[in-house]
């Protein structure tokens, strides 16, 4: 008997541009069916219900939601989402790099409703709904638009709407799910963020969390559908996006910051990641 597989879903599925998608809750469901199966995501989703509502199944954990609700699912849980007919609102989706170009990527674990379990969901105080209303209306306006400097608008206008929600957090229901693989990816992830410019090599990694390489390589698969070496790849690519958007430091001076001995091989695996030379790069940061 053959095992299903379930479904992973990227940017890619939502035709964006961007590491961040936005959409009404109207006919979502409709356009975007797998996000109704169990399916897992690989960003951070947001659905903010003005009216109607809804239940999610988080890891096998359901919880129903209604008008003047937030919630906030982790990447990689698998979940499926029910919405009422007539249900009103808006979808956020974001990946970790986007938010994290600008911001340091610790910054959204100080966000305690992302600390707080796979799931997440809490009231809009009342004083707060046409505020937050306004707020997601520019911010989808924006994104609609796409004008000069968008990504940066949208980047501003994330930390502004996660500030908010933290303003009016209060813990209702949380799906809380204690998995020692999972804790082996985040304490992984966390070893790549302090220790990428001198170790690039997932067996460096796999020896400080005392665990095999392959091992390391099939619980990064399984969990977040890429491999262990694909995982130091993209934040070196994030660290170095970072450094060629916000200083002016040389191309040589950032491939010897991220640990690189020879500059035209930083190159080289930076188009081939991003399909733009380190120079194009910069250069269109200020145009997007």
């Known amino acids: 008997m053959q095992a299903t597989k379930i479904p992973v879903c990227t940017m890619g599925l939502f035709h ?36 109607g509502g809804g239940s999610l199944v988080v890891d096998q954990d359901k919880i129903c939601f209604e008008s003047n609700q937030v919630l906030i699912i ?33 910054v959204l674990h100080q966000f305690p409703y992302f600390n707080e379990g796979n799931q997440t969901a809490f009231h809009i105080p009342q004083d707060s709904v046409k505020s937050m209303q306004f707020l997601l209306w520019q911010m989808l306006a924006e994104y609609r638009t796409q004008k000069k400097a968008t990504q940066k608008v949208l980047r501003s206008y994330l930390n502004i ?32 963020e302090q220790h990428f410019k001198t170790h690039k090599m997932p067996s460096e990694y796999a020896d ?60 080289t695996i930076f188009k081939k990641a991003t399909n733009q030379t380190p120079e194009q790069y910069r250069k269109n940061q200020w145009i997007a």
């Open 161 to 192: 709407l996660l500030i908010e929600l933290d303003r009016m957090y209060v813990p209702q229901h949380t799906v809380k799910v204690h998995n020692a693989v999972h804790e082996k990816i985040q304490k992984y992830q966390v070893l790549i």
């Open 208 to 267: 400080m969390l005392h665990i095999s390489t392959n091992y390391l390589n099939k619980i990064c698969r399984t969990i977040l559908g890429q491999t262990s070496g694909n995982l130091i790849k993209q934040h070196i690519i994030l660290e170095a996006k970072r450094l060629l958007s916000y200083t002016t430091h040389s191309i040589s001076e950032i491939a010897n910051e991220l640990g690189f001995e020879h500059a035209s091989y930083f190159v």
């Open 74 to 106: 982790k990447p990689h849980c698998i979940n499926a989402i029910t919405l009422k007919e007539g249900s009103i609102g808006t979808v956020i989706g974001f990946t970790t790099d986007f938010f994290s170009l600008r911001y340091n990527t610790n």
């Open 16 to 51: 964006t541009t961007l590491d961040l998608w936005m959409d009404n809750l109207e006919g979502l469901l409709q356009k975007y069916p797998v996000l109704s199966v169990p399916h897992t995501h690989s960003f951070y989703l947001i659905l903010c219900i003005e009216k």
